[in-house]
């Protein structure tokens, strides 16, 4: 799907819905968005988030999300207990969803937790992480799941699938 992350959703662009739940989660304190893509950048500010513009080297498709992630957590001021990673393209993520999870995630003293659906499959809605975890360059460990059930778009049919099963 072109432009994935900016295509409407409810009225709204798809990166419009998880910067809504982080920033109507009670347990997220600040929400960032780091992109090169000056559309993304806009609706991501429009949306209520803070922008961190990544540098280009970190801008290919072959760069991971977490080089992407470590480039933002180190050059911005943090002091938080938790760095919540949201997928843009996971819409039916809520507020309510994500407390619940960092809720989880200290509750059994994880260091990670992702997000899985009812088979247990990862679905990249969303990591949470400790801090020091961000840098980290090895295998996880003391890393639990959150089971979520939520889609996440790729293509139209998915867009319809969305919209057909939840309403906003």
């Known amino acids: 799907l072109r432009k994935k992350n900016i295509y409407p959703i409810w009225g709204k662009p798809l990166l419009h819905w998880s910067i809504k739940a982080a920033l109507d989660s009670k347990k997220v304190d600040a929400v960032w968005v780091t992109t090169e893509d000056d559309e993304i950048a806009e609706v991501a500010v429009e949306s209520g ?7 280009p080297k970190f801008s290919d498709d072959n760069t991971y ?13 943090f002091s938080g207990s938790a760095v ?12 309510d969803i994500l407390d619940e999870a960092i809720d989880t995630f200290f509750k059994y003293d994880r260091n990670e937790l992702i997000s899985v659906d009812k088979n247990l499959m990862m679905n990249a809605a969303f990591r949470i992480m400790r801090p020091w975890y961000v840098n980290q360059k090895e295998l996880s460990t003391k890393t639990g799941v959150f089971v979520c059930d939520v889609h996440d778009i790729h293509t139209i049919d998915d867009i319809k699938l969305i919209e057909g099963r939840t309403q906003r």
């Open 49 to 55: 988030a803070n922008l961190f513009k990544r540098n």
């Open 65 to 77: 999300k977490m080089v992407a992630i470590r480039n933002c957590f180190n050059s911005i001021e």
């Open 84 to 95: 919540v990673s949201l997928q843009a393209n996971s819409p039916e993520i809520t507020g």
